[in-house]
C-alpha cells in the first residue's frame, strides 16, 4: 500500500477464495446471533461503535488523512458523518416493524421486516470510511451481518472500523474485512452464500457486479460515477454560488462522485463569475494534507494523475481555455516532493461536446459554460448518461423548485452543494445507479418483506 506522497506505508495480502469464504462464514455465524437480537439490543451497540468513533476522532481522522490524501480539515468532517450515521441507524434499528391489516370475517395478515442475510459492501478509495459506514449502518440496524472490502488504494482505516464494531459489542465475525482488487471483488459476488452486493465506484465496474449478481439473484445497490450539472442563475447571491461552485469541484481534491463539475453560469454574470471562480481558486492552499491550513491535499495515485492531466491536454486540443490551473505541484516540502498534487483547474470556452464536459475526470478540473434561457440550459443539463446530483443557485425560489423538478438526478441542491446529511437518501437516476443510502430509504435495500395470512375459521375449501 503506497500512501498519496509515494511512500510506501505498509504491505497487504490480498484474500483470495479461500480468505473470501472464511469473511462470509464467519459473517454467517455471527449473523445467527446478531439477528435473532432485538432492534434495541442491536441499538445499544452501535451507539456504543459511534462514541468510540466520535471521542477517537482525531486519530481517525488522521489515519484517514494517510489513507487518502485529503487534508486532515475535510478527513474530520468524514468522521462526524460516519459516527452521525451508525447513531442515525440505531436509532432506527429500535422502530423498525412490519404492520397489522384486518381482513374480512376476523381473519387478518401481517407483515415483518426482516434482514437479508450477509450482506457485501464494496467501498471507493475516495471516501473510505464514511462509505463503509453509509453501508454498515444500514445493514446492521436491520440485522443483517456485512463482508466489506476497501479500495486496493485506501485500505487501512476501514479495519480499524472493524476493530470498533468489535470493541463495541457486535457478534466476532459480524462485520469483516477482505482486502484485494477485482478477482477478491469476484470471489465475493459469486459467494453462494452472499444475500446482497452493495457497491460504491465506477460505472463499468457497476455494471460488471451486477452481472454477477444477476447469475445469483443477489439484489444489488449500485452508487456510481456522475458528470452532475450546476446551474447559475444570473439573480443568484454572487459569493454564495462562487462558494458553491468550488464545494461542487474541489472537495477531495475533485475525486467526488457527486461534483457538480458542469457548471452552466447565465451569460449575463458569466464574466464576473468566472473572474471571482478563478480569483478564489488561485488562493486555495495545497500541501501537506496534515496542516491546519491545507485545504487541498494529493490526488490518489500516480496512474490517477495522470489521468487528470490527460484530460486536461484534451480540453485544450479541443478549444477550451485553461483559465488557472491544470499543472502539476511541488510543495517546498522536500518530503512532499513525490506527492501527487496538481493545482486545482478551472477551463473556459467550454463545449457541450468536448471530451472534459462529457466524461466524468473525477479530478480538480472545473468546466464553464454559458447559458442564455432556463428551457435551453435544463435541456442540456439532462443531456448525459449520468444523473447522480445537480444544483441550481437563484434567489428566486419558485425558479428553484422548478428547475431541481426537472433535473433527472437523484440528488439536488439548492443555493448549496456536496451536503451530505445522513437523514436524506443519496442515489443516482441513469447511468448513475439505483438503490438509495442514507435515509429511511436505506433500510428498504437492507430488508424484505414477509408476508403472513391468518385464517380464523376452518379453510373453505374450493375442492
Request: hydrophobic share 40%; with cysteine; aromatic share 8%.
Amino acid at each position: 500500500f503506497k500512501m498519496c506522497l509515494g511512500r510506501v506505508l505498509c504491505k497487504l495480502p490480498c484474500s483470495g477464495e479461500k480468505e473470501v469464504d472464511l469473511a462470509v462464514q464467519s459473517a454467517k455465524a455471527a449473523f445467527k446471533i446478531w439477528s435473532q437480537m432485538s432492534g434495541m439490543e442491536r441499538c445499544r451497540v452501535m451507539l456504543e461503535a459511534a462514541r468510540i468513533i466520535r471521542e477517537q476522532r482525531e486519530e481517525i481522522a488522521t489515519m484517514e488523512t494517510i489513507n487518502n490524501g485529503k487534508s486532515i480539515f475535510e478527513a474530520r468532517v468524514d468522521i462526524d458523518i460516519s459516527w452521525q450515521c451508525l447513531e442515525y441507524y440505531a436509532g432506527l434499528a429500535g422502530s423498525l416493524a412490519g404492520e397489522h391489516i384486518q381482513l374480512p370475517g376476523g381473519c387478518f395478515g401481517y407483515t415483518r421486516r426482516e434482514p437479508l442475510g450477509v450482506c457485501v459492501g464494496i467501498g471507493a478509495w475516495n471516501y473510505p470510511f464514511q462509505i463503509a459506514c453509509w453501508k454498515a449502518g444500514p445493514a446492521l440496524a436491520c440485522g443483517n451481518a456485512m463482508v466489506f472490502k476497501p479500495s486496493p488504494f485506501t485500505p487501512i482505516s476501514v479495519v480499524r472500523l472493524a476493530e470498533i464494531f468489535t470493541e463495541a459489542g457486535v457478534p466476532k465475525g459480524l462485520f469483516n474485512v477482505v482486502q484485494g482488487g477485482a478477482a477478491t471483488g469476484q470471489f465475493l459476488c459469486h459467494h453462494p452464500d452472499v444475500a446482497k452486493i452493495s457497491f460504491t465506484g465506477s460505472v463499468p465496474t457497476g455494471m460488471k457486479i451486477m452481472e454477477m449478481a444477476a447469475k445469483g439473484i443477489k439484489p444489488v445497490t449500485l452508487e456510481l460515477g456522475g458528470k452532475s450539472p450546476l446551474i447559475i442563475f444570473s439573480d443568484c447571491s454572487l459569493d454564495n454560488a462562487v462558494n458553491g461552485a468550488l464545494m461542487a469541484n474541489f472537495l477531495t481534491q475533485g475525486e467526488v462522485c457527486c461534483n457538480g463539475t458542469r457548471v452552466f453560469v447565465e451569460r449575463k454574470i458569466l464574466d464576473t463569475f468566472t473572474k471571482e471562480v478563478v480569483k478564489r481558486t488561485q488562493k486555495i492552499k495545497i500541501g501537506d494534507p496534515l496542516l491546519e491550513d491545507t485545504r487541498m491535499g494529493a490526488l490518489i495515485n500516480q496512474p490517477h494523475l495522470n489521468r487528470v492531466q490527460g484530460f486536461i491536454k484534451q480540453a485544450k486540443e479541443q478549444g477550451a481555455e485553461v483559465l488557472c490551473g491544470g499543472d502539476l505541484y511541488v510543495p517546498d516540502d522536500p518530503k512532499l516532493k513525490n506527492g501527487y498534487y496538481m493545482r486545482p483547474c478551472v477551463l473556459g470556452n467550454c463545449k457541450d461536446d468536448m471530451t472534459c464536459v462529457k466524461e466524468e475526470i473525477f479530478g480538480p478540473v472545473m468546466s464553464i459554460l454559458p447559458f442564455d434561457t432556463e428551457e435551453e440550459v435544463l435541456e442540456r443539463a439532462n443531456a448525459t448518461k449520468y444523473g447522480l446530483a445537480g444544483g441550481v443557485f437563484t434567489r428566486d425560489i419558485q425558479k428553484a423548485h422548478r428547475v431541481v423538478a426537472a433535473l433527472k438526478a437523484g440528488m439536488c441542491f439548492i443555493n448549496n452543494y456536496n451536503a451530505s446529511p445522513v437523514e436524506l437518501p443519496f442515489g443516482g437516476y441513469k447511468s448513475s445507479g439505483f438503490g438509495r443510502e442514507n435515509g429511511r430509504a436505506a433500510i428498504e435495500y437492507y430488508s424484505q418483506l414477509k408476508t403472513v395470512c391468518v385464517e380464523m375459521g376452518d379453510v373453505e375449501s374450493v375442492f
